[in-house]
């Protein structure tokens, strides 16, 4: 119950600022999936997807935050499935702590009252009710669907999609979040990932790339001419990004606090250190440094930081921009002429920017973690946990093991659980578009075009169809000739293969 001496809007355990910071943090973790991943997604992709590849993200984010709410919160941070006893499912053992009880948060305790981690069972107590820690959560969990999406683009159908991203959440997303921030095995056994360079981004690097493998490629025309329709909406959407993950990692020490401080600032330094060895590397071997691969290593920055932006110091975050942007820009390079990775057509890249750069930057944590900095929330607290101390602190290598472990358990994990709700899904419906609205795009799909145009940019009987019939002079007498008029407005067989040229 709230206070009412005086009719006091807070309760004795909310602290104002806490509450504030951790809204405010959400909300920037959520303008970068919408309208920033979305706006990114838009302008990267070829003028005939742009619209498709916008709806994909906003219903992901949608979806996400219903099942959120009904039980997949608390299976991610609720309380451990463990029973009683030594069996499988017993106290402390894998199966017991790799996923919590499923329930809804909707009622008046869920909304209002404290909010906790039953796992975790050490450090201060929150300062904001349930309501807050599950938003702030739910935008961490609708992001890393979003974020595979970049992998599939141009070819996956949207029905499949609306499936997939509930079930996913559930099946895959649940289980890494209990195991490693919900107070979990790995959490408990030492493994670290302040912000989620594993929950997030390596997840969402492996399951988008089995889920382009799946699907198979775009069309060739589409991989040989892959450029861009807008730069301007790229940019757009890269911005958001980055100024948002000042709320993805500012936000994870739970308070308004020195940590969040130095994580903000951490992961800017890293973010601008990674973007400028990027372009290092392209003035190196490409002469000069393009729009998209600047993005590319802003993106490989602020990834690599989010495992360790609260858990090191202003000069690691140095070392992880140098050595996370050159791991990835060299992957790119040599890694993608590896059999398997040539023959998966990822659209954007996503193994590379997030998968690759994800697991750089988690074991980065095991070498360059700093014991001096002040992280309070941790199974048991973080710097007690079992060898904490990074190999750089006089570590006996311990940390770097954790991390390791905890990187593979989410790639084996990850993939193998989303190939089996790729392989069922597909009993019941095509995961990819039809050949047909592979050739048309948006129109086909959605029934518009991100820009229309007087003329339909592709033709198909989905779009309207148009006579060049010779006009009599004039603005409107030009108009009418070009579409015809009312009833005499026909579809020209197969699409019409003048509109399908312009």
Not at 188 to 206: C, Q
Not at 277 to 287: G, L, N, P, S, T
Not at 374 to 398: C, D, H, N, Q, R
Request: no cysteine; glycine share 14%; aromatic share 12%.
């Amino acid at each position: 119950m709230l206070a009412t001496a005086g009719w006091l809007p807070y309760n004795t355990w909310l602290n104002p600022g806490d509450n504030a910071w951790q809204l405010t943090a959400a909300t920037f973790v959520g303008l970068m999936s919408v309208p920033g991943l979305a706006v990114l997604y838009g302008g990267v992709m070829q003028k005939r997807w742009s619209v498709n590849s916008m709806m994909l993200t906003f219903v992901a984010f949608a979806l996400t935050l219903i099942v959120w709410v009904l039980f997949a919160f608390e299976m991610g941070f609720g309380h451990a499935i463990e029973t009683a006893g030594s069996g499988i499912f017993g106290r402390g053992s894998f199966l017991g702590t790799m996923l919590g009880e499923p329930a809804s948060i909707l009622g008046h305790i869920g909304e209002q009252h404290q909010a906790s981690i039953p796992s975790i069972t050490t450090g201060p107590s929150f300062h904001f009710p349930t309501s807050t820690l599950a938003y702030f959560q739910f935008v961490f969990a609708a992001i890393t669907p979003i974020l595979a999406l970049g992998s599939v683009l141009g070819r996956v159908n949207f029905k499949a999609w609306m499936v997939y991203v509930p079930i996913w959440i559930t099946v895959v997303y649940t289980v890494n979040a209990f195991l490693i921030w919900g107070g979990g095995y790995f959490a408990a056994h030492g493994a670290l990932d302040f912000s989620g360079g594993y929950v997030i981004h390596l997840a969402a690097g492996v399951s988008g790339f089995v889920f382009a493998a799946v699907i198979g490629p775009r069309l060739q025309r589409d991989r040989e001419v892959d450029a861009p329709n807008n730069l301007l909406m790229v940019a757009t959407g890269a911005g958001l990004l980055w100024l948002g993950w000042n709320g993805f990692n500012g936000g994870d020490p739970y308070y308004a606090s020195q940590d969040a401080a130095s994580a903000v600032l951490n992961t800017n330094l890293a973010t601008a250190v990674a973007m400028m060895v990027w372009i290092a590397w392209d003035y190196i071997f490409r002469d000069k440094p393009s729009l998209i691969g600047t993005v590319n290593g802003m993106i490989t920055g602020l990834v690599a930081i989010t495992p360790s932006a609260g858990f090191i110091n202003g000069y690691g975050a140095i070392a992880v921009g140098v050595v996370a942007s050159t791991v990835v820009w060299m992957a790119i390079r040599y890694l993608s002429r590896v059999s398997i990775f040539r023959h998966v057509d990822d659209t954007l890249g996503v193994i590379y920017t997030h998968g690759i750069a994800g697991l750089v930057g988690g074991l980065l944590v095991g070498l360059l973690a700093d014991p001096a900095i002040i992280e309070y929330i941790g199974k048991g607290g973080a710097e007690s946990l079992p060898g904490f101390k990074s190999v750089l602190y006089g570590g006996s290598g311990t940390l770097l093991l954790h991390q390791l472990e905890a990187g593979l358990w989410v790639i084996g994990f990850t993939a193998v659980a989303t190939f089996l709700i790729l392989k069922v899904i597909g009993i019941f419906m095509p995961l990819r578009v039809s050949d047909e609205e592979l050739q048309i795009g948006d129109h086909a799909i959605h029934g518009h075009e991100v820009y229309p145009a007087d003329i339909p940019t592709l033709g198909g009987p989905h779009t309207p169809g148009w006579i060049p019939v010779p006009a009599a002079g004039g603005a409107a007498a030009s108009a009418s000739a070009l579409y015809g008029s009312g009833a005499e407005t026909t579809l020209m067989p197969g699409g019409g293969a003048a509109a399908g040229a312009t």
